[in-house]
């Protein structure tokens, strides 16, 4: 028999307690990548595979106990109070009325066998236990609270106790009622809380991932990173665009009708909130697994992202019989769907150039069935990633989408190797040019820097220049961009003011009247303001709002030109690393030539009138527009107030210099301001004091 040392009875085995520090600080990261960040490093499957490890550890060494483990919190998404909008308010944090817990999560029908064991044995043997199953939604918790009917806040989950109120972005999503309708609300309490989940729908999300490859930005991973990434957002327009939905699933409060979960839920659908029609209330265990099998399949043909299916006890006196541990209610729990894989072998990596010069490895694979749809290739991210995987050429590759929309290899099956197969090596000069790639200190891409004649870096530059958000010409998209390239007519973003309208017309499938409309789209874009005319040049890092700001600060290309990196960096969210950039193309000869060229076009290379300071009369004031009016729009009222100094602020604060209200002004907004005795100026009295009083 081994002898034990005398330490043994009161100190783990250093290899264990090293484990649980490390899983603890592996997955507060992880918690701090999903929540936060929206930009996930681990699956859920491995991420519930760690904690679970991490649980056993620390039951088996309870001296090691710490009240910060993650095993004894739910992960945080509250935003810091460091993050900032372009008003200098952040969201508030506020405390949740209860606790916003997670689900536990199980993978396995047996799981869900001995969690119905575990319910019935504490519930003490009661008869008649129902549970009801509903689709898990792959979104970002919400807690909606109403007041007399009105929607007041919208708390994040955050760390379980206090959450982000977003209430200003939660009213831009149709489907979530700012208010109960008159004729509903005897069915529901004055004041009540109701909690759901806001998602991304696979339309939108398409939509916003293809103009983020145009944009050579970041692709979301799938659905709920983006729907995360977008309620955090600070401006409550930029949410309106992303076109958010969601699905509301518990209704707590004092006095609230019912004596089940799903009485609740259909009183809620009945008073006008979204609640799914995929419910069912189940009084076996076999009922409960039909409901997982025919979802399983049949989720494919939904328009919303879903992961699994939630079982809650359906009656409200046995929940709270059962109760809850620190993370989780004992009366509920997650089956997750099995991700979809599958193994096909790499045929061949290939090469992307994008519009910088950035280099995408993409995999070539025998075509395999993934989630309903035919998948080929998948990108391989960067030479690190592939280094990863430890890629070979011919290698059978582990395929995955499940959640996620992007295909993506999770992993390589070594087993299936040929002997003699060569490791993947990534390429050192340009597909596209054969110019030597170079590679950045501290970035993971590798880059061709020719951007002066590398062909998809020009071709993507114009696509870019002529885009709805930059220059917005009508009649120049990717394919006539190809067209007008191969001919020789476009090198460079400054050719497109010199086409030739009868060489267009010309061509076959154009004509007169496709060469007018281009000629007039190409007239119409000399109007486009500085700012955006800056955004168009295609500046690496310089995205909408990083041009505006610029814009702002030097209200000339001259000026801009003439800045030191120093100086750039004084500029508003302008860092070290993007005033480099703008430097450095501002000052390339090439560059220079192209923008005096479009300057001799009649583009707006500086400010117009409209654009600059016309008083300082507002100067330093926070002022919120609500309402509709008569003599300008919403956004010319703000365009208004930054033109005189102030700033438009998206909430009412005890910071508001005053409410520019019109007809409809939000009911919300009118009672805090009357809570903050906050000023409340009509239209004629806002335009009087700017000076600008309208006649009618």
Not at 109 to 128: A, N, P, S
Not at 364 to 372: D, E, H, K, R, Y
Not at 465 to 473: E, G, H, L, P, T
């Amino acid at each position: 028999m081994q002898q034990l040392s005398l330490f043994d009875d009161i100190e783990p085995q250093l290899s264990e307690r090293d484990e649980i520090l490390a899983l603890r600080k592996e997955l507060e990261e992880q918690n701090y990548n999903y929540y936060v960040l929206s930009q996930p490093i681990m699956s859920d499957r491995e991420f519930d595979e760690k904690m679970h490890r991490l649980e056993v550890l620390e039951q088996r060494h309870p001296e090691l106990f710490d009240p910060k483990s993650p095993t004894q919190h739910v992960g945080s998404d509250i935003v810091t109070t460091s993050s900032k909008s372009k008003t200098g308010e952040g969201f508030e944090q506020v405390a949740h009325r209860y606790p916003m817990l997670s689900l536990a999560n199980t993978y396995s029908e047996q799981e869900i066998r001995d969690w119905l064991m575990r319910v019935y044995k504490g519930l003490e043997g009661q008869t008649g236990v129902e549970i009801v199953c509903e689709l898990k939604y792959d979104g970002l918790s919400i807690s909606l609270w109403y007041e007399n009917g009105r929607l007041v806040r919208a708390l994040t989950r955050g760390d379980g106790v206090r959450g982000d109120d977003v209430v200003q972005n939660i009213r831009t999503i149709a489907s979530i009622p700012q208010q109960i309708a008159p004729d509903q609300r005897d069915s529901m309490p004055p004041n009540f809380e109701i909690r759901g989940e806001v998602l991304l729908p696979w339309e939108h999300f398409d939509r916003i991932n293809r103009q983020r490859e145009a944009d050579e930005e970041p692709l979301f991973a799938n659905p709920r990173n983006a729907a995360s990434g977008t309620l955090k957002l600070l401006n409550p327009e930029q949410v309106r665009a992303r076109g958010l939905d969601a699905y509301l699933y518990y209704v707590l409060g004092e006095n609230i009708p019912g004596t089940t979960h799903f009485e609740r839920l259909q009183m809620a659908k009945k008073a006008g909130f979204q609640v799914s029609d995929a419910i069912r209330v189940c009084r076996s265990v076999e009922e409960v697994m039909d409901f997982i099998h025919f979802w399983d399949t049949e989720r494919k043909t939904l328009p919303v992202a879903t992961d699994g299916v939630v079982l809650k006890v359906n009656a409200l006196a046995q929940q709270e019989m059962l109760g809850y541990t620190a993370k989780t209610p004992r009366w509920a729990i997650a089956f997750k769907f099995a991700a979809e894989k599958q193994l096909t072998q790499l045929h061949s990596v290939t090469y992307q150039v994008g519009r910088t010069g950035a280099i995408t490895p993409v995999a070539n694979m025998q075509p395999v069935l993934l989630s309903g749809t035919v998948v080929k290739r998948a990108t391989l991210n960067n030479e690190d990633f592939i280094r990863s995987l430890d890629l070979h050429e011919g290698d059978y590759v582990w395929v995955e989408k499940g959640g996620e929309i992007i295909p993506k290899i999770t992993a390589v099956e070594p087993t299936k190797r040929s002997a003699d197969a060569r490791p993947v090596q990534f390429i050192r000069t340009c597909p596209e040019c054969g110019t030597p790639l170079v590679r950045v200190e501290g970035e993971a891409a590798w880059r061709c820097p020719n951007d002066s004649g590398c062909p998809p870096q020009q071709k993507g530059k114009m696509e870019h220049f002529v885009s709805r958000k930059a220059m917005n010409i009508d009649g120049l998209g990717s394919e006539t961009i190809d067209l007008f390239y191969e001919k020789g007519w476009l090198h460079n973003i400054a050719d497109v003011y010199h086409l030739d309208h009868d060489q267009i017309a010309a061509l076959p499938g154009f004509g007169d009247k496709s060469a007018d409309r281009l000629m007039q789209g190409l007239e119409q874009s000399k109007q486009v303001p500085w700012s955006r005319v800056l955004f168009a040049l295609g500046i690496r890092f310089v995205g909408e709002t990083t041009a505006k700001k610029l814009a702002k600060a030097y209200p000339s290309i001259d000026l801009l030109c003439a800045a030191t990196v120093d100086e750039l960096t004084e500029v508003e969210d302008v860092g070290e690393e993007i005033a480099k950039s703008v430097a450095a193309h501002l000052q390339n000869a090439d560059n220079q030539l192209i923008i005096n060229r479009l300057r001799d076009a009649g583009l707006q290379m500086e400010s117009s009138e409209q654009e600059t300071r016309l008083s300082d009369s507002l100067s330093g004031k926070a002022i919120v527009v609500s309402g509709v009016f008569r003599y300008h729009s919403r956004d010319e009222y703000k365009a208004l107030i930054e033109a005189h100094g102030g700033k438009n602020a998206g909430s009412v604060s005890a910071k508001t210099a005053f409410i520019l209200a019109g007809e409809n002004m939000g009911p919300a907004k009118l009672e805090k301001a009357q809570k903050l005795g906050v000023q409340i100026l009509s239209e004629d009295e806002f335009l009087d004091l700017i000076q600008m009083k309208q006649t009618t």
